[in-house]
């Protein structure tokens, strides 16, 4: 992306108008725009930490120019004479070089500068410094050049700077005149440049935060209540640091080695694959963690965290409960707080799980608001952390929610798939041609998925619910029919309408009933690296009878859409080929809901 | 929004009121907005329903559900705002979670809002660090993108956002979500006394300011108050009569 320079600010309301530039610069030599030292520290205060500030000069000492960068002080330093070589090296700010361009020639001196940056000009007229006059951009093409420190300048307006810089790739374009009305700096034109040069304002928000503020693609970011932004920055600090702690790694997989039981096998399903007549199905067993499903992972994760942050109370959402009894299971362990919202709907139909989350001393909110499912859960979850922000953390169970969540409970899952990736290489000797895992938020699909991302030869499909059908009202299949939006702390895919109010999902599978997709998955289906299939309720109660019968596995319901999904992709498969399904958690919570649905089985 | 400038400098205090657009049906809006200025408030916040507003407490939901049972779209409001049959004399501000404007489209959002009267924008779950997305086009159409500060702003942060704010700051006094409350936190005083050293347009004080006690207790350390729960639900049980000793104990002169 193109940065943008505003240049020759004079007055303060103009540099807050150029507070979405990249640079701003102020012109110390002799210039209609010239400004004193003094002036430019008044105005350089203005400006956001991140902005650089760049001075222009033309001809002067080493010692002016040293005084300003210290006074001001400058990032940069932008020169417009005939400076020595010897001069450029002693500042130690990086330099930008100014050339003016007319023929062919001139370009070749481009490449001789031993600047940081090659400013590109048409000829001055009154003073040296540009002249606001466009040269032939052609020159620049179809020659041996760096543009990585080319800077675009001369002439550039609202109108013209798009081409420009599709024209020249620029590093950065440089603006004065441009954004000028009767010779003063004009805001709306300053705005309206800095739009046109950086695109549509979306493409900007992943571009100036994708480094600190967690954006897959367009997806992300953090869209929370201001009272949050504290914790929220907090979180990501404390995240970062225990990331890259060897200790803290190290208790992390001491918990899931000694107290989950982890690794968990890849078990070889030999009746599945001769039942399909395909390829070679596994099965990477997150049924058989402790409170079985893969949730457990996620929960010790962010409960360490927690309590390296000093925070003794965990608030949580649950679905299907498996997130909720996890959490609750992990607050008992670490003897933390533990309060879990819970959909009135949700509770009704995982009574077994409000049980035991009950059993494991945590309390257990019911929420009756909305359609008493994961989405008003969330909501009740959140106004509660907003409350109790000070001494709470909240455990998010999936890879939804404000950065840093959807990156950390992506890499707390992604044991999942690291272990998969080893132990098929040692089976097989090579690595899958296709993975199934079922998406809700999209938790154990993104950590089964995450190792194999750079792997281009594994067909990578999340199977999400389909509900009745996606062409009924009640689905959850956010990511074939759903929009992009902004849910619980994240751009990402919803089910809205039109006036963007949030739709309520509709699956059989309570861990699947939610009308968004977490960011990182709604950006690999846009990029094409991950396909997304809907399962149906009837054909996921299907799978269920299906694996229970071949392989005597009985899944949990999110699962059993994979496993549909798996079997539809099967039949394009051939028996050389190998198919890997993610059996995220074993059915014992759905017993319920399979009896009821499945009366009359024989 | 210049009026709000002038009023501080006058040393009068300012009454921001909150409603939810479309409770009891989008022909009340107009009708509510004659009656608080007439009144005396300073200006009203017109809110938006939304599905999932976090920000928000029971009583503000329950309104929202209530305009939501009706139909209301942010579209419907705008438009009824732009068809208005009589003067507004007071700054009207939209507040509307991010979500229904991304999906109008930020640019047409601000170009209609422009049309529809309003003077400024605040969106809850819009930080800073996000705000250019609807920034520019707010700029546009010279509508202020009123910020938000709370008790739990890190001091590097409440700089960067107070140098940038303009119109007024909205200062949140609870650390939590909006709704009448009995007390508030002991650190309030320090905390909007702190914000109104540093911020170059008039400070407010907003979530959970429901009764003269609260206004009693941080008149001295604010420019003015937003109140939303109480009136919320004074306009819905049709008793708006009752918050009128709150509007004068706010606006009217106050000896030292």
């Not at chain 1, 203005?46 to 002016?64: C, K, P």
């Not at chain 1, 107290?259 to 049924?287: C, H, N, S």
Request: charged letters at 25%; glycine letters at 8%; one cysteine or more.
């Amino acid at each position: 992306m193109t940065r943008v320079k505003i240049c020759g600010l004079m007055e303060e309301q103009h540099v807050k108008a150029a507070s979405q530039a990249d640079a701003i610069g102020f012109v110390f030599a002799p210039s209609k725009r010239r400004v004193s030292i003094e002036r430019a520290q008044e105005l350089s205060r203005l400006a956001n930490n991140d902005m650089q500030r760049i001075g222009v000069f033309v001809n002067a000492s080493y010692e002016e120019i040293e005084n300003a960068v210290k006074a001001v002080p400058l990032t940069m330093v932008q020169l417009h004479g005939d400076e020595p070589d010897e001069l450029i090296r002693r500042i130690e700010v990086p330099v930008i070089q100014a050339f003016s361009i007319r023929t062919p020639d001139d370009v070749e001196k481009l490449n001789n500068s031993i600047a940081d940056y090659i400013l590109v000009d048409a000829p001055g007229t009154d003073y040296r410094g540009g002249s606001g006059h466009v040269f032939d951009w052609s020159l620049l093409e179809n020659v041996d050049l760096d543009h990585s420190r080319l800077i675009l300048a001369g002439g550039l307006n609202r109108d013209n700077v798009q081409a420009a810089i599709s024209q020249t790739a620029p590093f950065m374009v440089d603006v004065s005149s441009g954004v000028e009305t009767d010779g003063r700096k004009d805001e709306v034109k300053i705005q309206q440049f800095i739009l046109q040069a950086k695109g549509d304002s979306m493409e900007r928000t992943q571009e100036k935060t994708i480094d600190p503020v967690g954006f897959f693609g367009r997806y992300g970011g953090q869209f929370v209540p201001e009272t949050l932004m504290k914790a929220v920055k907090e979180l990501e600090a404390a995240y970062e640091d225990a990331k890259n702690d060897a200790e803290f790694q190290k208790e992390y997989h001491h918990y899931l080695k000694e107290y989950v039981g982890r690794e968990q096998p890849l078990t070889f399903a030999a009746r599945m694959t001769e039942a399909w007549g395909g390829p070679k199905i596994y099965l990477k067993r997150e049924d058989l963690n402790h409170t079985g499903a893969h949730k457990v992972n996620n929960a010790i994760g962010q409960a360490l965290l927690a309590q390296r942050m000093g925070k003794r109370k965990i608030v949580a959402e649950t679905g299907a409960g498996q997130h909720g009894v996890a959490t609750a299971t992990i607050c008992a362990l670490f003897d933390l707080d533990c309060v879990v919202f819970m959909g009135e709907e949700d509770i009704k139909r995982q009574q077994l799980n409000v049980f035991r989350m009950k059993l494991l001393g945590a309390r257990v909110e019911s929420v009756t608001k909305g359609s008493g499912t994961l989405k008003d859960a969330v909501n009740e979850a959140l106004r509660y952390w907003v409350t109790n922000v000070e001494d709470t953390h909240y455990l998010i169970g999936s890879a939804l929610g404000p950065h840093p969540f959807p990156t950390m409970v992506r890499d707390f899952q992604s044991v999942i798939g690291k272990e998969t990736k080893r132990q098929i290489l040692e089976k097989e000797g090579r690595l899958p041609d296709a993975i199934v895992a079922c998406v809700g938020g999209g938790s154990n699909a993104i950590g089964m998925f995450h190792p194999f991302i750079e792997d281009a030869s594994v067909r990578l499909i999340g199977a999400e619910a389909a509900g009745d059908g996606v062409d009924t009202e009640r689905h959850a299949a956010t990511l074939t029919k759903g929009s992009e939006g902004v849910l619980h702390g994240a751009m990402m895919k919803i089910l809205q309408d039109d006036a963007g109010q949030v739709q309520e999902a509709h699956s059989i599978s309570a861990g699947l009933d939610y009308p968004g997709i977490g960011p990182e998955h709604a950006h690999l289906a846009d990029n094409g690296r991950v396909t997304y299939e809907a399962i149906t309720d009837d054909e996921a109660l299907e799978s269920v009878i299906e694996m229970s019968r071949l392989e005597g596995i009985i899944p949990a319901l999110e699962s059993a859409h994979a496993i549909a999904q798996a079997k539809k992709q099967a039949q394009s498969m051939t028996a050389d080929e190998l198919l890997v399904i993610c059996v995220s958690g074993r059915g014992d919570k759905d017993m319920a809901t399979y009896a009821e649905k499945l009366e009359g089985l024989s | 929004m210049k009026r709000l400038a002038e009023l501080k400098q006058a040393g009068h205090k300012a009454f921001v009121a909150y409603i939810m657009a479309g409770d009891g049906g989008i022909e009340k809006l107009g009708e509510q907005i004659q009656y608080l200025q007439e009144r005396g408030v300073t200006a009203i916040e017109v809110g938006i329903p939304f599905s999932d507003p976090v920000a928000d407490g029971p009583t503000i939901e329950a309104a929202g559900n209530r305009a939501l049972d009706k139909g209301i779209t942010l579209e419907k409001v705008l438009d009824e705002m732009q068809r208005f049959d009589f003067e507004v004399k007071v700054p009207l501000v939209i507040m509307t979670y991010l979500n229904p404007v991304i999906r109008f489209g930020a640019e047409r959002f601000t170009q209609e809002a422009k049309k529809a009267g309003a003077s400024g924008v605040i969106i809850p779950d819009l930080p800073f660090e996000h705000r250019q997305l609807i920034e520019p086009f707010a700029k546009q159409q010279e509508l202020v993108l009123i910020q938000l500060v709370t008790l739990t702003t890190i001091e590097s942060r409440l700089e960067e956002i107070l140098k940038q704010a303009e119109g007024f700051v909205y200062a949140v006094t609870v650390t939590g979500i909006t709704g009448s409350r009995d007390e508030l936190a002991e650190e309030v005083g320090a905390f909007t006394r702190k914000v109104r050293e540093l911020s170059p347009v008039p400070v407010y004080a907003g979530f959970g300011i429901s009764k003269e006690s609260h206004v009693d207790r941080l008149r001295d350390d604010v420019d003015g108050f937003i109140v939303g729960s109480a009136i919320v639900q004074a306009f819905h049980e049709g008793r708006i009569e009752d918050i009128e000793p709150l509007i004068d104990a706010v606006t009217a002169p106050h000896s030292v």
